[in-house]
Every structure is written in C-alpha cells, then in structure tokens.
Nanobody, 121 residues
Framework: QVQLVESGGGLVQPGGSLRLSCAAS????????MGWYRQTPGKQRELVAT???????DYADLVKGRFTISRDNAENTVYLQMNSLKPEDTAVYYC???????????????WGQGTQVTVSS
C-alpha cells in the first residue's frame, strides 16, 4: 500500500558528513509531517528531526547546528544532511512519515526499514 525506502547510510570518520534519503511511494493521497529517528541497541528510538508540510524544521538539541532536514513534496522524499558527525551519532536511522492514503480516512504513521550510520575512525 505504502512503501518507504531509505538510502544513504554507511561508515564515516568523525567530522565527516552523510546524507540520508527516504522516498515514499504507493497509494498516497497526502503527506503531513516527515521526520527522522534513531536507535542504538538497548535504547529507545529517539527523535532526531521533523519537518512540517510547509517546511518548518524542528531538531533534537543533540543535533542542532549539525544536521539539516529538508523535504521535496513533489517527490514525496525527506532528507537528512548530517555534518560534523560524532561517534555518538552512530545508530540505525529510521524515517517516519505521516500519510493519508487513498484508501483511508485517517492519518497513519509509516516507518522506513532503517539505515545504519556508523561514525568511527
């Protein structure tokens, strides 16, 4: 019905950069908020950044000034530009998109499959 496909994770040295992408496809009528979360083993999934339909971003304090979230509404895609990466940014990153499908009357949250980001020298 709806698929979210993430890409862009990998291994990077401290201080380096990565750009994550998440593309939504399928039976989509409308998209509301989009965002990124991350999770490390043994910990709860935590919010990294969100962006409203009009493009207003919000960031977790830990990534402010280093990460930038953006979206392309024509392509149903959300991006996360990560700069000045630190070892503590190592995690599996998940995109989250609030979607109204053509077959539903309510908004639902969909999750990407997750992409590993490893920051290490």
């Amino acid at each position: 019905q709806v698929q979210l496909v993430e890409s862009g994770g990998g291994l990077v040295q401290p201080g380096g950069s990565l750009r994550l992408s998440c593309a939504a496809s399928g039976s989509i009528f409308s998209i509301n908020s989009m965002g990124w979360y991350r999770q490390t083993p043994g910990k709860q999934r935590e919010l990294v950044a969100t962006i409203s339909p009009l493009g207003n971003p919000d960031y977790a304090d830990l990534v402010k000034g280093r990460f930038t979230i953006s979206r392309d509404n024509a392509e149903n895609t959300v991006y996360l530009q990560m700069n000045s990466l630190k070892p503590e940014d190592t995690a599996v990153y998940y995109c989250n998109v609030r979607i109204l499908t053509k077959l539903s009357s309510s908004w639902e949250d969909y999750w990407g499959q997750g992409t590993q980001v490893t920051v290490s020298s």
